[in-house]
Every structure is written in structure tokens, then in C-alpha cells.
């Protein structure tokens, strides 16, 4: 079932019944501004001439009841009767009115209807004659029953037609709202996967519709950059290793052309075998690229960032120092506890200083730091390296990105499996040039709540 008819039906049922229980209020408040003149005068006149008949001899008696007979102010026909214990006294009238059967002993008061509904009496008890006596004064209220039944007519043909109507109406504008919707389907319909760049057009009002189509264009825009950068991805993929493959198949042909002297083909197989480690280690930089962009959360647990920094830094001291270049580092013991993975964390430092003393040169000075501010943790690495050119610092963190100073050294990846693991952390990365020379590479992530700094910034709170 469509959501147009789903909201028709809502709006039939809702309307009915705001229309039927209208209906049923306003004919029972005409009824009774109907009946309530007309009681009120009855009475009062029936009142009135029970007071004269408890004083009255028989003959006022009858007099008086046929005078109250013959009054129409209330309605065209009239029927009034005294009756005692001892039976009917005086009776005129219209005899078509069948009074109410009740017992004069009652002592009823009050209004009835006849039996045939055709005319009300009002009933006063009274003394006539030292004996229990009932004065019944009934007017015709066919014309009134008449009105009533007119309006009651009118109504029943009126609701429905107002409910057929109203619903047909409902359902219109149901399709009017929710044309927009059916718009924005055809036009999602007609953006093809290969091609993302089409956007929906924005209506001029700017309403639930308008906040839709803006969301599902910024949702079109990420889908597109996405689709791009898997596409550059697998493009650089290719790229990159289509050419160490040339180059080894390259080698092993010229080695198996001819003859060749032993130490030519322990060259060859050195040459080969480089490649080949060059080949494994951006197959493993891409499939863990792929890990981690196939990674919604991580398995956290609380890790000491600083000593995975002391770690690493203990780790490559020997390839900085066999490069004459210093490694010095900085951590606040106990006070970096942050929650993640360590394994990626410290792939993450290793590719910072392993990035950072490839770009150092002999003499130069690497400086790894971790520091706590208040809820979040930083990780510092800063060179003395010849820095980046500020035109490639928005695509440091490319995947396959080689900057200006790299010599085709490295697959371009590491930087990007930083972002990846920061990210998964929930965390970030920047860079930037420091003026005196170097780069500073500073990855943000956030404190772990059993961190000694986070407790004591929730004690100071």
C-alpha cells in the first residue's frame, strides 16, 4: 500500500469521526434548544393553572381546563386533563393525544411524552378538592419533532458527502506533497553508478524536501569522491606495480637469453630479489589499506602510547644512528593511555619515523613526542628534513603520493595507513613546515576514560 493512500485512509478515519461526533453535538444541541422554550412555557402554564385548580370548584374546574385546552401559544393542539382517584374530571382537547399512563397516586412531576410520541405533557401533582389529583397539560410537538427530523435528514446527507469530499481533496494533496518524493526518485533513478556526478535540483522553498535534497547531494558528493579515490586507488595500484614486474621480468628474460658468467647471474637474482621485496611490501601496505577500510571499529583496549613510542624509537635507533642522524624522544610515563589497537599504533609511530629519518639528513635531528591536554593525546614528530613544498602538503596522505624530495624512494602508502589508523581511532593526523626547516607531523586521539590524566581533569571538573 502506496504512503498516499495510507495517509488518505488516516485522514478518512480521522475526519469521520470529527464529523460524525460534530454531527451527533449539534443535533443534540438544536433538540434541546427546541424543546427547552417550549418545556419552560408549558410548564409555567401548567403550574399556573394547578395553583387555580386546587382553589377551584368543579365547574371552575372544568372551565379551566378547557380554557388551557384551547391555547396554542406553545403548539397548534392541545389536550389537558384532570384526573382524581376517583377518575377523569375534566378532559378536552385534541382526543387524539394518547396521555401517558401513570398512576395519580405517583405523585409524578415532571414532562412525558405520549405514548405515539406526537405530544409532550407536563404533569403536576395537586389537591382538588381534599382528594390527590394530576393535572396533564399536552401540546402538540410535531412541528418541533419535524424540524428535528429535517435537520437530522440534512445531516446524514451532508456528513457524507463532506467526508467524500474532504477525502477526495486529502488525496490530492497527498499527491501534491508527495510529488516532490516521486521526483526525487526518478532523479535518483537516473544517476548511473559509473557516473555520480548528477545532483538533484533544489527546490526554491526551502522545507523538509529542500533538507532531503541537500543531504542526499552531500551523500551523492562522498559517494563520488569515494568512487574517484577507489578508482585513482586501483589506477595507482596498477601503476605502481606494473613497474617493478616490468623491470624483474625484464631481468629474468636478459638472464635467460644467454650463457651468462656467475657473478651476471647473482646480479640478476639480487636485482630480482630487490624487486620482489619491493612487490611484497606494497602488497602488504595494500592489503592492510584494505583491512582498514573494511574496519567499522577496532578491538580497544587501553594502550600506553608512550611507551609504544619507546618502543619503536628502541626499535630504529640502530638505522638513525648508522645514519649519523639523533633520535631523541619525549613521553610522560603512565599519562598517555589511550584506547585501541597496538598493533596498529605502532605500525602508525613506525611509519612516522620510519617516514621522518628517510627525509633526514646525516646530521639531523628526529624528535618523537607524546603529550596529554586535557581529554586528547598527541603524538609529535618532527625532522630537520628539507621539508614539504606547500603545494603538496594537501596530498601528503594520497595514497601513491611521492613528494618533490622522495627519489621514488618508499610505495607512497604509509603515510595514507596513518590516516587510516588515526582515523580508526577516532583520531586525526596533520602536517606542517616549521620555519626552522623540518617537518612536524602531529597525530591527535582521544584520552582513555581509565587515562591518570583523564581522571584528574574529571576530579577537577
Not at 547531494?217 to 574517484?228: D, F, G, I, T
Not at 583491512?291 to 594502550?303: A, H, M, Q, T, W
Amino acid at each position: 500500500m502506496s504512503i498516499r493512500l495510507r495517509l488518505t485512509m488516516y485522514w478518512a478515519l480521522v475526519l469521520g469521526a470529527i464529523l460524525i461526533v460534530s454531527a451527533y453535538a449539534a443535533l443534540r444541541l438544536f433538540a434541546h434548544e427546541q424543546w427547552r422554550p417550549m418545556d419552560a412555557a408549558l410548564l409555567e402554564e401548567a403550574d399556573t393553572s394547578a395553583d387555580d385548580l386546587e382553589h377551584a370548584t368543579l365547574a371552575q374546574a372544568t372551565e379551566t381546563i378547557q380554557r388551557l385546552s384551547q391555547e396554542r401559544d406553545v403548539g397548534p393542539h392541545r389536550r389537558a386533563r384532570l384526573i382524581t382517584t376517583q377518575g377523569v374530571v375534566a378532559d378536552f382537547g385534541d382526543q387524539r393525544a394518547t396521555p401517558p399512563n401513570i398512576a395519580v397516586e405517583s405523585g409524578f412531576r415532571g414532562l412525558l411524552m405520549s405514548p405515539n410520541r406526537s405530544f409532550r405533557f407536563a404533569i403536576i401533582p395537586l389537591t382538588f378538592q381534599g382528594h390527590p389529583a394530576m393535572l396533564q397539560d399536552g401540546v402538540d410537538v410535531s412541528p418541533a419533532r419535524q424540524t428535528i427530523q429535517r435537520l437530522r435528514k440534512a445531516l446524514l446527507l451532508t456528513v457524507p458527502l463532506v467526508l467524500v469530499l474532504c477525502v477526495g481533496g486529502g488525496y490530492l494533496l497527498a499527491g501534491r506533497a508527495l510529488a516532490p518524493i516521486a521526483a526525487l526518485g526518478n532523479a535518483l533513478a537516473a544517476i548511473q553508478p559509473d557516473n555520480l556526478s548528477g545532483r538533484l535540483t533544489a527546490p526554491q522553498v526551502r522545507d523538509e524536501i529542500g533538507r532531503l535534497v541537500e543531504i542526499i547531494n552531500a551523500l551523492l558528493e562522498r559517494l563520488e569522491r569515494a568512487s574517484a579515490t577507489e578508482r585513482r586507488f586501483a589506477s595507482d595500484a596498477a601503476h605502481e606495480l606494473r613497474t617493478p614486474l616490468s623491470v624483474l621480468r625484464s631481468g629474468l628474460e636478459v638472464a635467460l637469453a644467454r650463457d651468462r658468467a656467475p657473478a651476471e647471474n647473482l646480479a640478476a637474482l639480487e636485482n630480482a630479489h630487490r624487486e620482489v621485496v619491493g612487490l611484497c611490501k606494497i602488497a602488504e601496505e595494500l592489503l592492510m589499506l584494505a583491512r582498514l577500510n573494511g574496519e567499522v571499529s577496532i578491538d580497544r583496549k587501553p594502550v600506553d602510547l608512550g611507551k609504544v613510542a619507546n618502543e619503536v624509537v628502541a626499535a630504529v635507533e640502530p638505522l638513525a644512528t648508522a645514519k649519523n642522524v639523533e633520535l631523541a624522544i619525549e613521553t610522560p610515563s603512565g599519562r598517555a593511555i589511550v584506547d585501541g589497537s597496538v598493533t596498529h599504533l605502532r605500525r602508525l609511530v613506525i611509519n612516522l619515523v620510519d617516514n621522518a629519518l628517510k627525509f633526514t639528513p646525516s646530521g639531523g635531528r628526529i624528535a618523537v613526542e607524546v603529550a596529554g591536554h586535557g581529554d586528547r593525546t598527541t603524538l609529535h614528530v618532527i625532522d630537520t628534513g628539507p621539508g614539504i613544498e606547500p603545494s603538496e602538503l594537501p596530498r601528503v596522505f594520497d595514497r601513491f603520493f611521492r613528494g618533490a624530495h622522495a627519489n621514488g624512494e618508499g610505495s607512497g602508502l604509509g603515510l595514507s595507513l596513518c590516516q587510516e589508523i588515526a582515523r580508526l581511532h577516532g583520531g586525526q593526523i596533520s602536517v606542517s613546515n616549521r620555519t626552522t626547516g623540518g617537518c612536524d607531523f602531529t597525530v591527535t586521539l582521544p584520552v582513555s576514560p581509565s587515562s591518570p590524566l583523564a581522571v584528574d581533569e574529571t576530579a577537577k571538573a
